[in-house]
């Protein structure tokens, strides 16, 4: 019989495998939204669920631990990591040609093109409403702001957008 | 149509296509990550050495300062500001003409010197003592170092989008480089630091050189070359991120990434397609010496603090955990096998500080002794050894010192060290294998319908082959090749389809994997020689 430990080991891997398993396309889904580069957002995902997998113990008890993947997700697609994994689209894009893959071709719409032009945290708020279908608080939790400030977020984010796409907004979204 | 229309439309049809993303497992993920990391650090190493590089030439030698040491001491003129501890002495880098802060990423040896790369590159004769080599249109980083006598090849990363990775040449045994560039690696794509060769190798079978790293696109790559300027790509598309080789002892490779193995018997020109590896459970590869033997795993969940050793019969295709042979609370990193003495390099999962060990069997091994260990934490990568002594370095520019072991003085006798591997002869060649510091163990068997006449051909060289041997035992194998004894006074090499068991009456401990010499052992013995 394995020691008390190890089978402790054991059973937060099996938690955390089913976690990664349930959540991951949801997550690479948004970073894919938010960077708009499919390759780019699995290796933001992947590190996200690393950086999640480090803290398992602590992540591991939160009632929602994708919310905190998501958090990380949307800090890093809007920071300097979009930055810095942008050859790595290129690298995608000549990995995509060599190795044909499913892509995620509807990230590109003007619609998600849109989200990514608008302020880092309106992006954040309006790409959580939008993609995950989450209501205002959900996104606050996620990315630890007040909710108030989300719906000024996607208040704002929602204006922006009707100018660009030359779509009208339309009221009473942020109630849920 | 209002935003909510065409927000929820751009919704559906990102969920759509979030269906055709096949879900990797959260092992693979958690390896990949930890490559990813890895190769970027190899680009930031190139940002160092633009930096560190007029430096490190100004250096040259300068801090040698001999001084004796007493005792009984194996180390004769060891750098300033040496300790030493028993057969174990920790050596300050910059004293020993090492820039003392810089980033090292390979190492090989010739047998007559030792080539160290990273930020620059540097050379030994005795591992002790070091002096730069680095040419001065050396631009890049050093990823890999490959040497065949005295000519040596050394090959560069790529810096920022440069298209050209640096092929350094040495014919005099590294004493003196010319540089040329190639292209022929791929596509840059610095932000993943490939390409990146870190596997760099002679091949005598194919007469080429075999490089193995990250190729550009993202997949693992293996390249071969003959002269070292141009490279044509040999490994089939796959799945992994990188690729390290090995040689397997039989003139071959093992090329192997996580829990994929690829094999090349012909030397590197052709290779098999990836094929993951059996392995003990949350257990990937994390280091593999050579001969494709002996590994060191690592928890996938990263948090088990051992690393368990591994062995392997067939090629890297099955991994067995050794429950004889532990190191410790540590993490493998990298292993040598020079002269009949194993190293084994890494860090104390306990308290991260860097460890290393020797060993002439691979079951026992001595370790780094704590007194000589830095106080900060840090990890050993490279080993090789030279002469008698094996040296260990770290990758990492915050470990300014390094740590050499005297065999002998460490109480341990490599002359009669096990072997690495099976050499790979004929029986009705019967060329013993003169390279290996032990009479030959064993002669591959290759061929079922003239078995027993080539064993009676080969019965004379046989029995002057193994003068010691009580009996001398054919039977049949298990598709796996692997040398070492039943630690009951036997040998047992299994090879190919063939299996020669010698019978020694005070065979050494060599390792052996568990279960396979017990599923040999009863079996029908097809041919005998009895002394």
Redesign the interface.
Known sequence: MKPAP?RH??E??LT??AF??AD???V??LA??LCGD??VA??LA??A??AA??RWETVGTYDDPGGWVRRVVANMATSVWRS?????S???R??SR??PA??????D?D??AGVRRLPRRQTQC?AL???E?RPVDEIAAVLGIASSTVRVHLHQG?IA??RM?G????DD?DGR | ????E??????A??????????????TS??R???A?RQVRRLVLVGVVTAVVMPVVVLERSNHRVDVNVSGTSPFRDLPKGSVVSGGWASIPKGAAGLSGTTDLSTIASTGTAVIVGGAGLWRSTDGLHWSSVAPDALSQPVTAIGAHGPDIIALTGTEGRAATMQVLRSSDDGKSWSVSTTSDFG?P????G?PGVTSLLWSDAAQEWVAGGGA????AGVWVSTDGRSWHSVLP?NHAGSADVVPDGFGGFIAWWADQVWTSPDGGRTWTPDAPSELPP?TTLNAMAPGGVLAAGV??????PTTPLLRSADHGKTWIEDARTTLGLTIVRGFSHDSGIWAAEGHLSSDDRPSAWISTDSVNWTALPSSLKPSGKGDLSLSVTIGTTTVFLSEESRVDRFFAASAPSAGLDHTTACPSSVPRRLVDGAVPDSGDPLPPLAYAVTNRTTIEQQLATAEPELRRTYPRATRIEVGPGFGAAWTGTNGRGSSIVLVDDYALVVHLPDTSACPRPPRLYDQWHGTPVFYVIDR
Do not use: C, K
């Open positions: 190890e080991l054991v937060a891997r955390f495998d990664f398993a991951y396309r949801a690479v889904g894919a939204v499919r390759a699995e290796e992947q590190e669920f690393v997998f480090r810095r994994l942008r050859e790595a290129a690298l995608a000549l990995r060599q190795q499913a892509e995620l071709s509807a990230v719409s619609f998600w309006v409403h939008y993609l279908d929602r957008l009707a796409l779509e009208r907004e339309e979204h | 149509m209002t935003v909510d065409r927000g929820h439309a751009a919704r049809a990102v969920l759509e296509e979030l269906e055709t993303i096949s879900v990797p497992s959260a993920v958690l990949r990550v930890r990813r596509t794509a610095p932000s993943m490939r550009s696109e993202g997949n598309a949350h928890d996938t969940t990263y948090s088990t």
